[in-house]
């Protein structure tokens, strides 16, 4: 899959089949989307490109009432890269790309860079500045411009609608079961391993850790808590672990958030490798401890309801 950083990157490549969209948590609703459209350009002999954006374009207008993230742009590519994209646009979501009239983002940006002759859109899809662009106007230029146009209905179980809002709910209330039949997946952060304050290693449980937040982006993580989990990419096999996803607030007032990973009889160094977190279960609330005693109690306990999950799991 080819990654460019902005429409400018290129112009008037290979004839594409476009969608466009954030895409955040790259859903079972997405995926109908997606195969769609993978399957369209094939049959169109096109090649299949997404557009999305960065920053997320209600953190570049309202950064404080901004929804959490749900994926890293490492994850969001990831998930479209397995899901067969030929291309992705990451447009820079700026005051001059939110300025465009709808029909300037389809002049400038569809028709001379993106050279799109097929859209495939989902059904409450707006563009353009003040998202005065619809299906409609969309519609429309297709048929100055020489580009199809279709929709896709938004996707529904148990007439539940499918939506990044409903998987952000689900994790905002620890419901990893539910996130993962939203996703299709288990929900999983992945990241380099960083240097901590190496505090786990002097209590008995060292720890892989991974810088979730910034003051750019990610204010605040879509999941908080301690969990069951698994760690991807440091053996063939998934490695099971106990993480903590927060804010540390017996050891720590920066506010920072931290995934915190401990694997269970394992011990590497792998500072500066990319691995991936899962988390299965929430076990519970972060909570603030009086004393590092009580905390290490806190933390073992958390590791043997852990442990007991992956034991159970065994002999299902």
């Avoid at 709808?102 to 998202?131: H, Q, T």
């Avoid at 409609?136 to 297709?142: C, H, I, M, R």
């Avoid at 938004?154 to 990893?176: C, F, H, K, P, V």
Wanted: charged share 20%.
């Amino acid at each position: 899959m080819n990654v460019f950083r902005g429409p400018t990157q290129f112009s008037a490549g290979p004839a594409c089949a476009l969608t466009i969209g954030n895409f955040d948590g790259v859903h079972r609703g997405h995926h109908a989307l997606l195969k769609e459209l993978v399957d369209g350009a094939n049959e169109r002999g096109l090649v299949s490109c997404v557009m999305t954006f960065e920053p997320h374009p209600k953190e570049f207008f309202s950064p404080e009432q901004a929804p959490p993230r749900i994926l890293n742009l490492r994850d969001k590519l990831a998930a479209l890269a397995q899901l067969g994209i030929d291309r992705v646009v990451v447009e820079h979501f700026n005051a001059a790309f939110a300025r465009l009239s709808p029909e300037a983002f389809v002049s400038e940006i569809i028709v001379k860079r993106l050279n799109a002759k097929w859209i495939l859109i989902g059904d409450d899809f707006c563009y353009g500045a003040k998202r005065a662009g619809n299906f409609a106007s969309l519609k429309a230029a297709g048929e100055k411009y020489g580009f199809e146009v279709s929709s896709i209905q938004t996707i529904q179980e148990n007439g539940t609608r499918i939506s990044s809002s409903a998987l952000r709910t689900a994790l905002a209330n620890g419901d990893m079961q539910q996130a993962e039949k939203l996703l299709g997946r288990p929900y999983g952060i992945s990241g380099h391993v960083i240097h901590g304050q190496k505090l786990g290693r002097q209590l008995g449980f060292p720890t892989l850790n991974l810088a979730v937040a910034n003051h750019l982006h990610h204010r605040k993580p879509a999941t908080t808590g301690i969990f069951t989990a698994q760690v991807l990419g440091l053996t063939d096999k998934p490695l099971p672990a106990v993480a903590s996803l927060g804010v540390r607030p017996t050891v720590e007032d920066e506010g920072r958030v931290l995934l915190e990973t401990h694997i269970f009889d394992y011990n590497a160094d792998v500072y500066g490798k990319i691995i991936t977190v899962e988390l299965l279960e929430k076990i519970r609330d972060e909570a603030k401890y009086s004393d590092l005693e009580t905390l290490t109690k806190a933390i073992a306990a958390d590791a043997a309801h852990a442990r007991n999950y992956f034991q159970k799991k065994a002999y299902v």
